[in-house]
């Protein structure tokens, strides 16, 4: 049995569910999700308890269990709490500003790089090394964290570059002399 897929999802206050044939609209203080789930699990309503079923036990049909029930929770929680993904810079002379909605970032380069702010995304910048990114979808809030990573990503030798808060970068001996 699959054991992601068998736990009930508790609905917090002000959420509200609508499901149109496989479309489910998740509404909430943060905003609206939808998104289109497998047809072949039963989404059951009872009062602020929401269960998935499943019509049998083969291996397609306990993936996708999972999946459903996991993909539907990240919907509750985005349009209650939200997410969250903060990323630090490292580097002498990279920095982030904010320019309207979108970011700035001077990584090394000849020119900065802009990245603009996607629908349903925030960004704000505490200081000029670091950058939080906040989001009611839990796909495009990584997405965007994972692309401005990817303009410099850390490097293992100075450890130089846009990194993770925590993430821990391993370093390289470099080159000896004779």
């Known amino acids: 049995m699959s054991r992601i897929g068998k736990k009930k999802v508790v609905l917090p206050a ?3 569910v609508k499901a149109e044939g496989s479309n489910v609209i998740v509404k909430g203080p943060k905003g609206e999700l939808s998104r289109i789930l497998s047809s072949k ?3 059951k309503q009872k009062g602020n308890e929401v269960t998935f079923t499943r019509p049998d036990d083969s291996k397609e049909m306990k993936t996708i269990h999972g999946t459903t029930r996991a993909n539907f929770n990240n919907m509750v929680v985005g349009v209650s709490a939200g997410f969250k993904k903060e990323l630090e810079l490292h580097g002498v002379g990279y920095r982030v ?3 309207g909605k979108n970011l700035e ?3 090394g380069k000849s020119h900065p ?3 603009e702010a996607p629908a349903g995304i925030t960004f704000t910048v505490p200081s000029a090394m670091s950058i ?4 009611s979808n839990k796909e495009v809030v990584g997405q ?3 692309y ?3 303009l410099r990503p850390p490097e293992p030798y100075k450890g130089k570059g846009v990194r993770y808060v925590g993430e821990y970068v391993k370093r390289k001996e470099g080159k000896t002399g004779k």
């Open 148 to 150: 401005i990573r990817s």
């Open 144 to 146: 965007t964290a994972a």
């Open 113 to 115: 790089d802009v990245v």
């Open 41 to 43: 699990i039963q989404m």
């Open 14 to 16: 002000g959420v509200e």
């Open 132 to 135: 939080i990114i906040e989001g």
């Open 105 to 107: 970032l001077s990584l």
């Open 97 to 99: 500003q904010l320019k």
